[in-house]
Nanobody
Framework: QVLLVESGGGLVQPGGSLRLSCKAS????????IGWFRQAPGKEREGVSC????????YYADSVKGRFTISRDNSKDTVYLRMNALKREDTANYYC??????????????RGQGTQVTVSS
């Protein structure tokens, strides 16, 4: 069973940037399609981005398109989410998860605990 650990969250001002990391261990993370999700208190979970196992296919929610970039380094079993031009509404707990495919973000197999992103002045 793959174990996912997120890092890179924090407090940032509106317009700022952060890079989140999702490190896979306990299994070969390079074979998994990975999605990034976020959930704020009182709101539904949102699938914000996804990347296929070889990095050839990506997905972005409309709410982050043009601002977030997903990438992966399979030599490090790590998936990254670069977040630019952050807005207050991006504030949430962000977590990564293995999914069947980027067309099936509702089908989460394993997930990490998450890392908090707070956008505030």
């Amino acid at each position: 069973q793959v174990l996912l650990v997120e890092s890179g969250g924090g407090l940032v001002q509106p317009g700022g940037s952060l890079r989140l990391s999702c490190k896979a261990s306990g299994g070969s993370g390079r074979y998994y399609t990975i999605g990034w999700f976020r959930q704020a208190p009182g709101k539904e979970r949102e699938g914000v981005s996804c990347i296929s196992s070889n990095g050839g296919s990506t997905y972005y929610a409309d709410s982050v398109k043009g601002r977030f970039t997903i990438s992966r380094d399979n030599s490090k079993d790590t998936v990254y989410l670069r977040m630019n031009a952050l807005k207050r509404e991006d504030t949430a707990n962000y977590y990564c998860a293995t999914v069947a495919s980027c067309n099936e973000l509702g089908n989460i197999k394993a997930r990490g605990q998450g890392t908090q992103v707070t956008v505030s002045s």
